[in-house]
């Protein structure tokens, strides 16, 4: 069953301009991580950011800041003042702590962003 | 710090041959390395986890005689695609945890295979 949802395929979005990626996920497990990457054309996979799922504060790093909702179980990414570097695929992902031992990820669809001038 | 490297980064080989692909994690020790699979435009499959020292755990469906995981050490995992046909074209990708307990994992630069 689809554990990590990602229902945008593709967004455009203006240089300078925030964008909100979203995800949502599904877990009994009731401790977990979040995590998002970015994968340019290129192809290698850039870890963005984490959050746990015991984290009391949102997690941010730079122009990246995830809006943890745990109650409706979304973990949405927010790019703030967008630039051309940005466009690329992202990925959400989580691990289940306690089920899982090892640290495996299970990846949502990803999101495809294009930043335009 | 964190980085991860992959060799070759490109393979095309004949059908029915068999490639080799390196994992390195490369300032830090990985007790456990994954292996990922992308077909294009789609998002990442897991294949199989890879511990140091112990037989590698294979997700359903993946036929581990087909694709031989060996984690020799603390900093390199390899998977060989064996007898190869041009349905494993695809990109590979592993990701190395580090064994210190962080939760985060690093990944490689992939590797796209080209089967003919």
């Known amino acids: 069953a689809q554990k990590i949802t990602q229902t945008q395929p593709g967004m455009f979005v203006q240089e300078k301009e925030a964008v909100t990626l979203d995800c949502t996920y599904d877990t009994s497990d009731p401790s977990y991580g979040l995590f998002w990457y970015k994968q340019p054309s290129s192809g290698e996979m850039i870890f963005l950011i984490y959050?746990?799922?015991?984290?009391?504060q949102n997690a941010t790093e730079g122009r990246y800041s995830l809006n943890f909702q745990k109650a409706r179980k979304s973990a949405n990414l927010v790019i703030s003042a967008s630039q051309l570097g940005d466009s690329a695929m992202y990925f959400c992902?989580?691990?289940?702590?306690?089920?899982?031992?090892?640290?495996?990820?299970?990846f949502g669809a990803g999101t495809q962003v294009v930043v335009t001038p | 710090g964190a980085v991860v490297s992959q060799h070759p980064s490109w393979v095309i080989c004949k059908s029915g041959t068999s490639v080799k692909i390196e994992c390195r994690s490369l300032?830090?020790?990985?007790?456990?390395m994954f292996w990922y699979r992308q077909f294009p435009k789609q998002s990442l499959m897991l294949m199989a986890t890879s511990n140091e020292g112990s037989k590698a755990t294979y997700e359903q469906g993946v036929e581990k005689d087909k694709f031989l995981i060996n984690h020799a050490s603390l900093t390199l995992s390899t998977l060989t695609v064996t007898s190869a046909h041009p349905e494993d074209s695809s990109f590979y990708i592993c990701s190395a945890k580090p064994s210190g307990g962080e939760d985060t994992q690093y990944f490689g630069p992939g590797t796209r295979l080209t089967v003919l």
């Open positions: 959050q746990g799922s015991y984290d009391q």
């Open positions: 992902a989580m691990r289940d702590v306690v089920t899982d031992s090892w640290g495996k990820l299970q």
């Open positions: 300032d830090f020790q990985a007790t456990t």
